[in-house]
């Protein structure tokens, strides 16, 4: 069975640009949560979908936002970007209609912004 | 006052040790806790988890929590270098999980 697959594993971007990432969860998941992972900050909450519908959003400003489609693959984008916005973001998908806290983790998207 | 709490460390022990690793959270109603291990450069990985009071074992580790405390422990029992990791306790709340910031583990040869 694949894991978790998050794609692109490394980018760098400028101060001002967006850009967006993307998850492909484990077959048969349909949590599909986001983290971000700072050295000082550890693992922040970003948001959680379930069937297409985010169902919590953690303390991050509107900048950052995401979606989730049929296929259960989402995607999450970052406007605007700033230096404080680079990071180590971490896409987790877990089985079950409720929310386990049984996280399976991709290997994240590095996040270089000059 | 964090929600979750863990000292950073580093915690180091010789090999064949019993490491213990600690973490406190604030959240009374919380019913469901877990320890996560991430290598370096690496993701972090689910290792443990717990719901009731008392002691939960697998293998070398052993898992303790304390409600009344709001205490979550992990033991390791017979530590090997291989355990040289961040162990990130982490606590369910509403639709997410809450980690602490990890507990860096050295394990001496």
């Known amino acids: 069975k694949a894991g978790v697959t998050q794609t692109p594993r490394y980018l760098i971007k400028t101060r001002g640009q967006q850009v967006t990432l993307s998850c492909s969860p484990i077959s048969g998941h349909r949590s599909v949560s986001w983290y971000q992972q700072t050295p000082g900050q550890g693992l922040q909450f970003l948001f959680e979908?379930?069937?297409?519908?985010?169902?919590n959003k953690g303390n991050f400003p509107g900048r950052f936002s995401g979606r989730q489609f049929s296929n259960s693959r989402s995607e999450m984008n970052v406007s605007t970007l700033e230096l404080g916005d680079s990071a180590l973001y971490l896409c987790?998908?877990?089985f079950g209609q409720g929310f386990t806290g049984e996280l399976f983790f991709g290997e994240g998207s590095r996040l270089t912004v000059l | 006052q964090k929600e979750v709490e863990q000292n950073s460390g580093p915690l180091s022990v010789p090999e064949g040790a019993i490491a213990s690793l600690n973490c406190t959270y604030s959240d009374r109603v919380s019913q469901s806790f877990f320890w996560y291990r991430q290598y370096s450069g690496k993701s972090p990985e689910l290792i443990m988890s717990i719901y009731s009071n008392g002691d939960k074992e697998d293998g070398r580790f052993t898992a303790q929590l304390n409600k009344a405390s709001q205490y979550v422990s992990l033991l390791i029992r017979d530590s090997q270098p291989s355990d040289s990791a961040t162990y990130l306790c982490a606590v369910k709340g509403f639709q997410k999980l809450v980690f602490g910031t990890g507990t860096r583990l050295l394990v001496s040869p």
């Open positions: 987790a998908s877990s």
């Open positions: 979908y379930f069937s297409e519908t985010q169902r």
